[in-house]
């Protein structure tokens, strides 16, 4: 068959479906009740959306190219949401930092002695640098937890090493 008669937009590439916030390979998925109303409302958003795709008949190459990328993101958001394990923070232990704890620590040691840093840990899909929510999965929950209050810690942020006191746990 002649290229003439074939849509320019048909022989494209096979459309990119962005990937999940990390999870490591083996590492339960732990979320918090809150993280798993906002993957189920991520989920009713998606859907609704590729019932808008699957009602655009304009351009098919088009619709069919939407349509690849919004089931690619369902599967994956499923797949997410039916390994998910609901910790309620009341069930962890007050005196101890463990997942959905809110932290408050303080720099003894280190470039900016003094400086106070306060983060809830929580799920991958729920963390947000920006909003102080840090995933479990990342160095600095790691690193603090099991930590009780008033503990000092050694903790590694990039190349700096620095000394913090636990000086809050709060759960919500």
């Known amino acids: 068959m002649s290229r003439a008669f074939v849509k320019e937009d048909d022989s494209g590439e096979a459309p990119i479906i962005p990937p999940r916030a990390a999870l490591p390979a083996g590492v339960n998925n732990y979320v918090t009740p809150r993280g798993l109303e906002l993957l189920r409302n991520e989920l009713t ?8 795709a699957e009602a655009n008949r304009e351009n098919e190459a088009e619709r069919t ?3 690849t990328i919004l089931n690619g993101r369902i599967a994956a958001l ?9 910790i309620d923070t009341k069930d962890q232990p007050a005196d101890q930092v463990r997942f959905g704890a809110t ?3 303080e720099t003894i040691k280190g470039k900016h ?4 840093r306060t983060f809830t840990i929580v799920g991958v899909d729920e963390a947000s640098v920006e909003e102080g929510l840090i995933a479990f999965v990342a160095p600095i929950a790691r690193a603090v937890t099991g930590a009780k209050a008033g503990q000092t810690l050694t903790i590694k942020l990039g190349r700096d090493e620095e000394t913090v006191k636990v000086t809050n746990i709060s759960y919500v």
Do not use: C
């Open 45 to 52: 958003e998606l859907e609704a959306e590729r019932s808008q």
């Open 65 to 67: 190219r939407q349509l």
């Open 78 to 86: 499923t797949s997410r949401i039916a390994t998910a394990k609901v």
């Open 103 to 105: 932290v408050t620590l």
């Open 113 to 116: 002695p003094g400086k106070h």
